[in-house]
Structures are given as C-alpha cells and as structure tokens.
C-alpha cells in the first residue's frame, strides 16, 4: 500500500512554527526597545534637574539669596535660566514624566534664627538653599530617581532630599533643621526620629528603605502619587 506525503501539512506545521519564532523576535525586541527608552527618560529625568539646579546657582552668581531667582523661575523666566529640556505650559512646568515640576524656597529652617525668634517661623526658611521638587511619580520612577548619585560639582551642592516628606541628609549637615543632635546619632543608611517625631534618615539612600523589602513593612516610595524633593545650596 502507498501513502502519500502531506505536502500541504507539512508546509502548515513550518509556517506555524516560523511565526511563533517571529512573535519571540518581536516581543524580544520589544522588550529591548521599551527598556532603552526607560533608561533615557530616567537618564532625561535626571539631566533635567541637574541643568535647572545648575542653572539657577549660576544665575544668583555670588548672591546668597535665591529668593528672586525663585520668583523669575515662577513668573516670566526674563533670565532665561529654565534650561529647554522641560515642558512648560503657561507658567507652569513639567518633568519627562509627565508630572508637575515645583520650583521653591527651602523647606529647611535657619537653626540661629529660631533659636532667635524662639520657634521656627517662615521667615526664618533658609534663603540660601532652594527646592526642585517632582511630583505625580510612581514607585519604580521614585526608586531610580532617588537612588541617583549626587555628587559634589563645580556648580551644585545636593543638601537633603525629601522623598514623600521624609528628609534625607548628609550627616555632615547636622543642623540642617537646626535639630542636629538626632541626625548625628543616626548611622549612615540608617533612619530615626527628630525631636518633632518626623522621620529622618542619613545618606546614604538605602533601596531597601525606598522600596520596604529591608525589614520596613511600607517603604518611603508608595505605588504612586509620589514627590521627590531637591534642596540645593
């Protein structure tokens, strides 16, 4: 008896197996294309924040004072110091993310001057320092963004970060808000309690800390709605 070869079979069976190989090319490269692009927007996000901070050190030159180059930033930019790498609808401002970029004094208080006035008034936030602040971030964009290396440069000096309201300081810094006896105590990586019961924590940043796998049961970076904080000197 004779059987006959199915051709036309056969040609199914290669073709289907040709287009699962396929699919796996394309959902690889996918993969690849969709990684890289989140490695530049977190690259852009970054940039972002060193040029602005840059640029507004260079701006107040030798003054000690941010205050009017915070109030150029928020109103007209006539000095030109918000750098094209951000979004800017109307005076408002925006970071790769898509979220709202804020532009402020520094939330740190001059520790001589409360110790003056005998409490810590508004009049005595620092006006030496000013705050970069990113919001509407989710957990993994808070993560990376906080974990970013600062470094000291020619032009900008990290001071303290804020993820969340949660103050993270250089332990050389221990009068950062003129209670630096809790900050000294801590360890580096290590977080603790100021004197008004708010978390404080020593750089350097802990993932760990950031994303609540170190033993925390909820880490400082929540799903979303997150903000990041930059103070500069």
């Known amino acids: 008896m004779n059987y006959k070869n199915s051709e036309k079979g056969r040609s199914m069976v290669e073709m289907m197996g040709y287009l699962m190989v396929m699919m ?14 989140n490695n530049h927007r977190y690259s852009t996000a970054t940039m972002q924040v ?10 107040a030159a030798l003054d000690v004072d941010y205050t009017f180059v915070i109030e150029d930033v928020n109103g007209d930019n006539k000095m030109k110091i918000i750098p094209p790498n951000f979004r800017k609808v109307g005076k408002k401002l925006f970071h790769v993310f898509g979220g ?3 532009i402020e004094e520094s939330p740190n208080y001059d520790p001589d001057c409360c110790e003056e006035m005998g409490y ?5 936030k620092r006006k030496d320092q000013f705050s970069i602040t990113y ?3 989710n957990k ?25 309201d949660i103050g993270w300081f250089w332990l050389a810094y221990g009068d950062s808000k003129g209670k630096g006896d809790e900050l000294t105590q801590l ?6 309690k100021d004197a008004d019961g708010k ?15 170190g033993g925390d049961s909820v880490g400082q970076c929540a799903e979303s709605g997150n903000n990041i904080t930059w103070v500069f000197n």
């Open 24 to 37: 796996s090319v394309i959902v690889a490269i996918g993969k690849i294309v969709s990684s890289a692009f």
């Open 199 to 213: 978390t404080i924590c020593a750089f350097p940043m802990k993932r760990s800390i950031l994303t609540g796998t």
């Open 50 to 59: 060193t040029d602005l901070a840059t640029s507004m050190v260079k701006a």
């Open 100 to 102: 709202e970029v804020k």
């Open 140 to 164: 993994k964009q808070c993560i990376e963004l906080a974990m970013k290396n600062w470094t000291k440069n020619q032009y900008v000096d990290l001071y303290a970060v804020y993820i969340n």
């Open 135 to 137: 919001a509407g971030l």
């Open 120 to 124: 810590c008034d508004e009049k005595c």
């Open 187 to 192: 360890d580096s990586g290590e977080c603790g």
